[in-house]
């Protein structure tokens, strides 16, 4: 099956290294006698490029000629980090490399580490994006991702005296996986005014007129499918001064600095990603971008439409575009513009073709993540936007009146115009509005947008536009890539690597939960992952970690309601404990190692003081001979994509520990327990279906349930609650000045004592630290704890993107895949 509709191949090292040693010696201009693991990464990377692009062009053509529905994915954000060995893995030729590289003495390894990841993406949001890409392409569909080409992708971190310092990310200086394509370029408008004239007929038009231009221009990527010739394409806009627009007046005069000034302006319009995830902050630039790319994007989606020929009836019937989040919410609008002031269709006409090809993805139900844009400021970029949105929300209204009579509250909340001071717009509302599904990222997510933020549009459209699509994760690179080990082993028990396809296969795995020989090499498999964590630890550390220790991990952004700061109060209880504990008490202890890594935003003070908390932790806790392995607590730089690949397989424990209801789905709580790891997680996002899948008693839940949150905050603004005993204790231990300088934390103390502790860490504390001391004596029955992980990862069939994207394509999108076309 592999065969038939797989890229040509390179059948033998020779053959590869004809092909990577000509890049090396002419695309490269290096000799062979000074190749360095650099040169010998890119000449590899361009020998697989090549195969690549001989596909996505065959790809292109026939998904063209098949005349089929397109799926556009448009994304801010795609985190898509390193190319190189998923090329190799989903083209099968990684063999041939290897061997061929390893002729010229290197390791393939060493040549992967070579390369940056591509990191324009916050978190979640931006890794799902890119899971949906390769997963798309793994199943054939004919579908585009969309993006924005930043200069800087999001930030390096580096930790300096434990404070985090933020470096910038600059990505392109090589980089063999896109195409500059300067002959399809999208000058987009930004500024100057509508002008409405009457045509011969009486009947009005509106134009907008003026303001100034930046250019965009395209670079595409191929996104090659697993074990298939499909290669399918994502396109990134690039920001520069439109020709007409460089000043040439200025540059003759001799105001050089002047137009090049001007340029700089075009051109930071895709300059930088901006690095908060899950807060709305509502800066010009940020809108520029929104806007530049949705429609750069939406015009390349009509030109290709219009090269049909097809009426715009069938404009919905050609193209299904998802919006990930709010980002790309000025889509709607854009195309409402296009389609009656360009192409002259009436707006209800217009409306219907707009409502029946956008589908929404909602990511999140807290208030300070909503996007709100103020009317003045789009009044300003976007005048005749402006307008459309405002003509979207009287038509809307309308309709809720006349649904809803007399219901003037119902108006005022569902109005997409947010009657403050100034007056701001609704993003999410008019991105329901001008969809025809909403969907939410995981069950309880999906269950409380309908019942919270959506509730009214429930009343008012019925519950059939709401729906739920669980996120997913590709097996390809969080299994087959990132725990290679593991994938042999697993295929060598499920007889071939037909799971990666089809991930509920795994299931067969529990048939082998008893086999010594299995269950030894996954031990085994799962030990030497740990030590390849130890070694990363150490070379970026110098803290020494014994990977027989219990590893508990959490990595994520740095946020409040993920509640690291819960974890590092419970690892403070913990080495309270130990110094309180004798000899004795001490021996029948399970040593860990606490592992934390994230990024802070910028701005975010609350998330940077928690990161310094967790480095002054580890200084003491690291350096206190009472301890010794008993307790390491490590704060690991610069987490992204490729460190994740290496510390997800690592795990006995990872940490999904959000106030419930906060999380919308969480994706690396998947990729871990798909890693053969556990859990301990509240119920919330994903935990859920996880613990429905591989059952309660493979997974550590604690903690309040979403359904009480309500009552608990009130409780602790009105007094009705006393601080929990442990977390006193610890508080102590930080005011005491154990962990440096009190001062330092006391935002992050008042916060729970004084201020309302919004995000409940002390409400859940103590059943919190009760579980870890669960998790010590599970973790000491081996057999036993082999045996959750093993089933567990047995039962991770349903967390495939694979799975997703279907439901997206039956669902939502009512796209086919197009199969390619078999080898000549
Ligand atoms: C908004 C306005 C201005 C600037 C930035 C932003 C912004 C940027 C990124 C808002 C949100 C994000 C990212 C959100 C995100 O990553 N959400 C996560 O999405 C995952 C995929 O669905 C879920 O698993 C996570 O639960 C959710 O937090």
């Not at 995830?277 to 509502?282: K, V, Y």
């Not at 956008?358 to 844009?373: C, D, I, P, R």
Request: proline share 3%; aromatic share 10%; net charge negative.
């Amino acid at each position: 099956a592999w065969k038939k509709n797989t890229p040509q191949e390179f059948q033998t090292k020779d053959e590869f290294l004809s092909e990577a040693v000509r890049h090396i010696e002419t695309t490269l201009a290096r000799s062979l006698f000074n190749c360095d693991e650099s040169a010998a990464y890119g000449g590899t990377a361009l020998a697989f490029r090549d195969r690549l692009v001989m596909e996505w062009n065959k790809t292109q053509q026939n998904q063209t000629t098949a005349d089929q529905k397109r799926v556009y994915y448009l994304s801010l954000e795609f985190l898509m980090g390193r190319a190189l060995d998923n090329a190799m893995l989903n083209t099968n030729m990684k063999g041939p490399a290897k061997d061929g590289m390893g002729e010229l003495g290197f390791r393939m390894e060493d040549l992967i580490s070579q390369e940056r990841d591509a990191a324009l993406g916050n978190g979640g949001l931006g890794r799902l994006a890119a899971c949906f890409l390769d997963s798309m392409a793994t199943m054939n569909y004919p579908a585009w991702g969309y993006a924005l080409r930043y200069k800087y992708g999001i930030f390096k971190q580096e930790i300096h005296d434990g404070y985090q310092v933020e470096v910038p990310d600059y990505w392109l200086d090589f980089n063999p996986w896109e195409f500059a394509r300067h002959d399809v370029t999208v000058n987009i408008q930004f500024y100057g005014g509508v002008r409405t004239y009457q045509d011969d007929n009486g009947k009005t038009h509106s134009s907008w007129e003026g303001g100034e231009i930046v250019e965009a221009v395209a670079f595409d990527v191929p996104i090659p499918g697993y074990g298939t010739a499909t290669t399918n394409n994502m396109r990134m806009w690039s920001s520069k001064a439109h020709s007409g627009e460089f000043d040439f007046q200025k540059f003759n005069s001799g105001d050089y600095e002047g137009s090049v000034a001007d340029t700089q302006r075009a051109e930071t319009v895709s300059a930088v990603l901006y690095p908060n995830d899950n807060l709305d902050r509502g800066k010009e630039l940020r809108l520029k971008q929104q806007y530049f790319w949705c429609a750069a994007s939406l015009h390349d989606i009509v030109r290709r439409f219009k090269k049909t020929r097809k009426p715009w009836k069938e404009f919905s019937n050609n193209v299904a575009i998802q919006l990930n989040d709010t980002h790309p919410t000025l889509a709607i609008p854009e195309l409402q513009r296009i389609l009656i002031d360009i192409e002259g269709l009436e707006w209800s006409e217009a409306w219907e073709i707009v409502q029946n090809t956008f589908g929404y993805t909602n990511h999140t139900v807290m208030q300070e993540a909503l996007e709100k844009w103020s009317v003045p400021l789009i009044q300003h970029l976007l005048p005749r936007h402006l307008q459309i949105i405002y003509d979207i929300n009287l038509n809307f209204l309308q309709y809720v009146e006349k649904k809803f009579p007399k219901d003037r509250d119902m108006l005022r909340r569902v109005s997409i115009i947010e009657e403050s001071e100034p007056k701001r717009v609704r993003m999410a509302f008019l991105a329901v509005i001008g969809s025809h599904k909403v969907n939410g990222v995981a069950e309880l997510h999906s269950d409380l947008i309908k019942t919270t933020i959506f509730k009214d549009f429930v009343q008012i459209y019925g519950p059939d536009k709401f729906t739920n699509v669980t996120n997913g994760i590709t097996p390809r690179r969080w299994l087959h890539q990132a725990n290679p080990r593991l994938s042999e082993l697993i295929a060598s028990k499920l007889g071939g690597h037909e799971f990666l396809k089809d991930l509920t296969l795994l299931n067969k795995l529990e048939n082998h939960v008893d086999d010594k020989a299995f269950r030894k090499e996954f031990q085994e498999i799962k030990y030497a992952n740990k030590v390849r964590l130890a070694k990363h630890i150490k070379n970026t550390t110098g803290v020494s970690v014994n990977p027989a220790a219990l590893f508990d991990i959490q990595v994520k952004r740095i946020h409040e309601y993920k509640r690291q700061q819960l974890n590092i109060f419970g690892v403070i209880h913990r080495y309270l404990a130990i110094k309180a504990m004798n000899a004795e008490e001490r021996k029948k202890l399970a040593p860990r190692v606490s592992i934390f890594g994230g990024k802070a935003a910028p701005g975010y003070w609350m998330a940077k003081t928690v990161i310094h908390l967790i480095c002054k932790v580890g200084d003491v806790v690291n350096n206190d001979p009472d301890v010794g392995d008993l307790l390491k607590v490590i704060f690991l730089e610069d987490y992204n994509v490729s460190k994740a690949e290496i510390i997800t397989p690592a795990s006995d424990i990872s940490e999904h520990i959000s106030t419930a209801g906060t999380e919308a789905s969480g994706t690396s709580n998947m990729k871990f327990v798909l890693n053969g790891g556990l859990i301990i997680g509240t119920c919330d996002g994903a935990n859920i279906e996880i613990t429905r899948e591989i059952g309660d008693s493979n997974i550590f839940l604690f903690g309040n349930l979403a359904e009480d949150v309500e009552e608990l905050r009130h409780n602790h603004l009105y007094g009705k609650y006393e601080l929990d005993d442990g977390l006193r204790k610890v508080f102590d231990a930080i005011q005491a000045g154990r962990f440096g300088d009190a001062n330092q934390f006391s935002a992050l103390v008042n916060g729970i004592v004084d201020h309302g502790d919004y995000y409940l860490v002390s409400d859940d504390f103590n059943s919190y630290c009760k579980t870890h001391d669960l998790i010590d004596e599970s973790y000491k029955n081996q057999e036993e704890w082999l045996t959750k992980c093993i089933t567990s990862v047995a039962r991770m069939g349903f967390f495939s993107s694979d799975r997703c994207i279907d439901e997206y394509a039956e669902m939502i999108w009512n796209v086919e895949p197009v199969k390619p076309k078999a080898e000549q």
